[in-house]
């Protein structure tokens, strides 16, 4: 009995020994990708998984219109490369919303001509300032003017067009200003300098004092810090202010809006929703020629007087005197709107013109004025809302000659402490409206895409009402947004959100801090059809030419995967296309491409006679592939001017798979079963 069972034994053994052999030798004629071995390799075992076919198809790109750019995952590895999508290849997050937001390319082939470096602002070759403010915002001589005698005039404001100036007949050093504003006259022997001073001082009268008690019991408490650029696309912010989107981004922690669509033409029709939460026509009459026009601070429910009554100092200013948002067309303010408001002094400043202060960069000084409020008032709430135009409403480029200093303010500020309690918000009105730009297709979408960015300090987002502000906001990126939703969001500062349900459609106001809904439309976030970016799926196969190019497409979409296979077709067979079963392709609606301009003198009416014609679109291709009979879903994005199409790997989709068609090669390399039917199994696809 035992020497059977020995019999036995060794016979179980010696059957698991050859059948192990055979598997390794079968595994180990190829390396992890299914490539054989190279000669003299230590795993040197010979036998066959499988049969071969009888010559191995060699693998030859098809001859196509437009060139392949591949992305996404390689063949050897389940990961991205440089972990990022091209920009410009199709997203995953095109699906599943009712809005569709573009992908835009920074470096769009149809726009980058556009975009060279701008030449460095040359302010200190001017005669060097005399005077400046120090870091305790006292007035300062510089060492070579010591001597100077300076007198001039304070500089308040009668109303937005005339200022009151009274004249003082010296200005010690070490002293504050009596007044935030400054003409000044010096001398120092024969010599003379003429400049303009600007410094925040602390309002002392007894309404401000009163605010101290006015305090909301659900208010946030948090300040707000706002800073405003005029025409900058969220593309634009990105190509011409790196460093700052860096710091926004990586240092404050800052949410940028990809869906943030604008509502209207023009700068008021950004900042009036979001100050009011209404449109200019929905507001009663202020357009100043007519004769029955109201100031605008009579009749509009401006959010900073929310601010106000709940306790908070409050600042708005712009840096461009002639063209005021609300006082270009509209009849401005009859009383000074905010505690602090810079219109009073750019009356003076733009007598003297440019982008310089004398020998100091004009933005240097308007950054400096925003960090002064903040440190001034650091015992009281504060708003803060500062739109700069100068730099960047007629010029495409120059805007990057400030962005050193922006971000250096930034993280100065940050560092100091005081943003620790602020919600910081940098943005833009709209992207470029008049450069060349604008008439291309991906200008006319960079204009409705302007940039904005939003960030909740670290602390307040470790409270629990904070942490799912936070989550929200996040959620919210890539949803269509608006400025209607930006009043919303400085509410919920005032008022914290007691119910973080879905949000209802029927409002047009959402807040960004609560959840905004996927399938949410243009029309119900109150923007008109030749505003909306969302673009939307039409039939790719109406045509004999969008016929053809979609069949062109799914070529492309085989030669793709045969690229992948290429080095495993000694394991695989090569595919080609057997049926194209269904195109579409994403494009935007029609009053968008038709929009020329505005016809009438308000913004209101459009001149829809326009005919840009689409530079790219993302196309979904549905295709059945032999053999194998495998069907692949497919999402591209096709940029018609460089007559380019990427394809991201992740994107390809394969609704039928797999079965055991690709057998040989699933152990080896998980990503090529997608694609490989082994050569031991076309035979029962073509019964």
Request: net charge neutral; proline share 5%.
């Amino acid at each position: 009995m035992i020497g059977i069972f020995r019999v036995r034994q060794l016979a179980i053994i010696a059957i698991v020994t050859v059948s192990f052999i055979f598997i390794y030798s079968a595994y180990n004629v190829h390396d992890n990708s299914g490539k054989p071995l190279v000669e003299g390799n230590t795993r040197t075992f010979k036998i066959p998984s499988m049969p071969r076919p009888a010559t191995i198809p060699s693998f030859k790109e098809p001859d196509l219109p437009f060139k392949v750019v591949v992305t996404g995952q390689d063949a050897d590895r389940d990961v991205r490369k440089n972990g990022e999508k091209k920009s410009g290849a199709a997203a995953s997050n095109l699906e599943g919303q009712t809005c569709r937001i573009p992908k835009l390319d920074i470096n769009g082939s149809e726009v980058k001509g556009f975009f060279f470096k701008a030449t460095p602002l040359e302010c200190s070759k001017n005669p060097q300032n005399w005077l400046f403010i120090d870091g305790a915002n006292n007035v300062q001589y510089i060492e070579s003017r010591k001597n100077a005698k300076c007198q001039g005039s304070y500089v308040t404001r009668k109303s937005d067009q005339t200022n009151i100036y009274t004249p003082f007949d010296s200005l010690p050093a070490g002293n504050p200003m009596k007044s935030d504003f400054a003409v000044v006259r010096c001398k120092d022997g024969q010599q003379k300098w003429n400049g303009i001073l600007m410094s925040v001082v602390r309002r002392n009268d007894q309404e401000l004092l009163n605010r101290g008690s006015l305090k909301s019991p659900d208010g946030s408490g948090l300040n707000v810090y706002f800073l405003g650029f005029d025409s900058l696309s969220q593309m634009s912010f990105r190509r011409k202010l790196p460093k700052s989107v860096k710091v926004l981004e990586k240092v404050f922690d800052a949410v940028v809006l990809n869906g943030y669509n604008i509502v209207g033409d023009g700068t008021p029709q950004a900042f009036i929703p979001i100050l009011t939460a209404s449109t200019e026509e929905e507001l009663p009459l202020t357009r100043k020629r007519f004769q029955n026009a109201n100031y605008v601070d009579d009749v509009y429910p401006f959010i900073w007087s929310n601010f106000s009554s709940a306790g908070y100092v409050t600042l708005y200013g712009e840096d461009a005197f002639a063209i005021g948002t609300f006082t270009y067309r509209l009849k401005g303010f009859r009383n000074q709107p905010t505690d602090h408001y810079l219109r009073t002094i750019f009356k003076d400043y733009e007598k003297k013109g440019g982008n310089c202060l004398g020998s100091e960069p004009l933005h240097k000084t308007w950054f400096r004025y925003s960090r002064e409020f903040m440190q001034v008032y650091k015992d009281m709430p504060r708003f803060l809302l500062m739109h700069q135009s100068l730099l960047s409403h007629d010029d495409i480029n120059l805007v990057e000659v400030e962005d050193e200093d922006l971000a250096t303010t930034l993280l100065e500020m940050h560092k100091s402490g005081e943003l620790d309690d602020a919600v910081v918000i940098a943005m833009a009105d709209h992207g470029h409206r008049f450069a060349k730009l604008r008439e291309t297709h991906q200008g006319q979408l960079e204009e409705r895409l302007p940039f904005f960015a939003i960030s909740l300090p670290a602390k307040f987002r470790q409270t629990e009402i904070g942490k799912k502000m936070y989550e929200n906001l996040l959620a919210n990126k890539d949803r269509l947004t608006t400025p209607f939703d930006i009043h919303a969001t400085l509410m919920d500062i005032l008022h914290l959100p007691k119910d973080f349900a879905m949000q209802d459609t029927s409002k047009r106001s959402l807040s960004l801090f609560r959840p905004i809904p996927e399938d949410r439309t243009c029309s119900q976030a109150g923007v008109d059809a030749h505003w909306c970016t969302c673009l939307n799926w039409q039939d790719a196969m109406n045509t004999p030419e969008d016929k053809e190019i979609s069949q062109k497409l799914a070529l492309a979409i085989v030669s793709v995967i045969n690229r992948q296979l290429k080095d495993v077709l000694h394991l695989c067979a090569k595919l080609s296309l057997k049926e194209l079963l269904e195109a579409k392709k994403l494009v935007p609606n029609e009053g968008l491409l038709k929009y020329k301009n505005v016809k009438d003198k308000d913004g209101f009416v459009p001149d829809l006679s326009g005919n840009t014609k689409t530079a790219f679109a993302h196309y979904q291709i549905k295709l059945r592939t032999k053999p194998g009979n495998a069907i692949y879903e497919v999402t591209l994005f096709y940029d018609f001017v460089a007559k380019e199409v990427h394809v991201d790997l992740s994107s390809i989709s394969h609704p039928n798979k797999f079965g055991d068609a690709p057998h040989c090669i699933i152990s080896q390399n998980y990503f090529l079963a997608t694609y490989c039917v082994c050569h031991d199994k076309v035979a029962s696809f073509d019964s």
